[in-house]
């Protein structure tokens, strides 16, 4: 597609399930971010892609989250045992390479009961 | 570790008076510095970015922004906002040696009629 598009755009689970948030990049971008933004909190880092590699991991907020990129293309978000903290919007941006501007996908909006 | 700080959390202006959004950053050497804006429910749109060069940057949507090395900032300025202006700006900076872009905690700008 044109832009970063992810997916669910809403999720509303259960406090202890586990959760998969989805980012598909623009086309040949090979950065890839993931933010969560949190409600007066501005925008989180929790981890970047360069390529399916991750180099820098210490966004993430636990040991509950995780995440994944294959083929230089899709990402994959996965928190396990969720926690009402966790509800937030989860945002993704890919940039042609790391350090250039990042076009942002309209987010997912995680809501933990 | 770079950072990024916009003072002001909120702002209101009068529709049709100019505005400036501040920004500071830390950060030992020239960074990367970048204006996005986020209209509610939408992700983020970059409005304008410094890399080196000319430090008066012309964004769209009528922006600019000034890169003042003295004084760590980058302001982002209109010379007169619109009610469509209304929305979410985040400052953001990046370092040449870090591929991470750390965001800031946002500035919500409100206009009145």
């Known amino acids: 597609g044109a832009g970063v598009s992810q997916s669910p755009s809403n999720k509303v689970t259960e406090k202890g399930k586990d959760v998969e948030l989805r980012c598909d990049p623009i086309?040949?971008?090979?950065?890839l971010y993931w933010y969560r933004q949190s409600l007066g909190q501005g925008l989180e880092f929790l981890i970047y892609?360069?390529?399916?590699?991750?180099?820098?991991k210490s966004g993430l907020p636990s040991d509950r989250f995780s995440a994944e990129r294959t083929g230089g293309s899709v990402s994959t978000l996965t928190i396990q045992r969720t926690q009402q903290e966790d509800s937030a919007v989860y945002l993704c941006?890919?940039?042609?390479?790391?350090?250039?501007?990042?076009?942002f996908g309209d987010g997912t909006r995680l809501s933990i009961l | 570790a770079q950072s990024v700080t916009q003072p002001d959390i909120h702002i209101t202006v009068s529709e049709g008076a100019s505005l400036e959004l501040r920004c500071n950053y830390s950060?030992?050497?020239?960074?990367?510095l970048f204006w996005y804006v986020q209209s509610p429910g939408q992700g983020l749109q970059l409005l304008l970015k410094?890399?080196?060069?000319?430090?008066l940057v012309q964004g769209i949507k009528g922006f600019e922004a000034e890169f003042k090395r003295s004084q760590s900032s980058f302001n982002l300025r209109k010379p007169s906002v619109h009610w469509s202006d209304a929305a979410e700006y985040f400052c953001?900076?990046?370092?040449?040696?870090?591929?991470?872009?750390?965001f800031g905690k946002g500035t919500r700008l409100h206009i009145l009629p």
């Open positions: 941006a890919s940039s042609l390479v790391t350090r250039t501007p990042q076009h």
């Open positions: 086309s040949g971008h090979t950065a």
């Open positions: 892609f360069q390529g399916n590699s991750a180099p820098d």
């Open positions: 950060y030992g050497a020239t960074p990367y």
């Open positions: 410094y890399f080196s060069g000319d430090t």
């Open positions: 953001a900076v990046g370092a040449p040696r870090d591929d991470k872009i750390i």
